[in-house]
């Protein structure tokens, strides 16, 4: 069957919102880093577990400088983390991402790592809803529990394939996979439980607004 790779850009570590770094110069090196991915050979562009809006933005944008500069077009995925409070890590809503965020010209958009599939639920509700971008989802094998021997991730690779093809069913989603905690087995399930679904076409409602870092 045909393959793509995805070329993975981000988080890092450093917040711009926080102060931590210049929004230009993680811009620029989130551009740098997207050329090295173009000249590899990326199939596609996915900024993923992103935590501060304003760093999704820079990496969005370095990624689009980096196809012009390479001459290259490829899709632009952006993946945000949100933690079991129901928000990223700065505070923001699915609503301020959503709003602050489409409008750079993304192909998709959706979540990944920090939580398992039951807590990005009502997330991906919202943006089936709302968002005129088609949706993706990677979550962690459930939520971790800490153990003398690290972190163990308890959803099975059953349980990881009922959530993605409820995702699938319910909101349309064009792309799933898994994060922290995903085995091969857990990957195997979930593509043979998808492979023959045709995702369910979206009538979503966008709602015109501006966004704060933390609300629409």
């Known amino acids: 069957r045909q ?65 012009d500069a390479v001459g290259v077009q490829v899709p632009l995925i952006c993946s945000l983390a949100f933690e079991t409070t129901g928000v ?20 998709m958009i959706g979540l990944n790592c920090s939580t398992g599939p039951a807590e990005m639920n009502e997330h991906l509700r919202y943006l089936a809803r709302h968002s005129n971008t088609a949706l993706m989802c990677m979550p962690n094998a459930g939520l971790p529990v800490l153990t003398k021997d690290g972190a163990y991730f308890p959803l099975s690779a059953s349980e990881m394939a009922d959530a993605q093809e409820q995702f699938v069913r319910d909101y349309g989603l064009s792309l799933v996979g898994g994060c922290c905690g995903s ?9 043979e ?24």
């Open 3 to 67: 393959r793509w790779v995805l070329g993975s850009i981000g988080p890092g570590t450093k917040l711009p919102s926080l102060g931590h770094v210049d929004f230009a110069v993680l811009r620029d090196g989130y551009q740098q880093n997207a050329e090295g991915l173009l000249a590899g050979g990326a199939d596609a562009l996915i900024v993923e577990t992103t935590q501060d809006l304003l760093q999704t933005k820079s990496s969005l944008i370095g990624a689009r400088r980096a196809m």
């Open 88 to 107: 990223m890590l700065l505070g923001s809503e699915i609503g301020a991402a959503l709003t602050a965020l489409e409008p750079l010209g993304i192909d």
């Open 193 to 216: 439980r998808v492979r023959g679904i045709v995702p369910p076409e979206r009538s979503p409602h966008p709602e015109p607004g501006a966004a704060s870092l933390y609300q629409t």
């Open 183 to 191: 085995t091969p087995e857990h990957l195997r399930q979930v593509v």
